[in-house]
């Protein structure tokens, strides 16, 4: 990817995805951001969706590499909490 991964760009990355998914596509995906320039809120939640979906990504700037560990971070404790809440019901 390279640009912006702002509005219409992040919903059109975003519709990209779920169509490649529902159609059964299960290669797997790496994604790379080394050539993005700015990520919207609206980036970092389909960045998000994609990662819980088992995508790698590259990135080579600091930014982006420290946004994609904060990514990973929430989706650990997501994770975690979903366990917990699943694992005290039973």
Avoid: P
């Avoid at 596509?25 to 979906?53: F, K």
């Avoid at 990135?59 to 904060?70: E, F, I, P, S, W």
């Amino acid at each position: 990817m390279q640009g912006l991964l702002v509005g219409q760009w992040a919903a059109e990355l975003e519709s990209t995805w779920r169509e490649a998914r529902q159609v059964g596509d299960t290669r797997r995906c790496i994604v790379e951001l080394i050539l993005v320039t700015s990520i919207d809120r609206n980036g970092e939640a389909v960045l998000a969706e994609i990662m819980s979906q088992g995508a790698e990504f590259i990135a080579g700037d600091v930014y982006t590499k420290h946004l994609l560990r904060n990514l990973r971070s929430e989706l650990k404790r997501s994770r975690m909490r979903g366990k917990q809440e699943g694992g005290s019901n039973q």
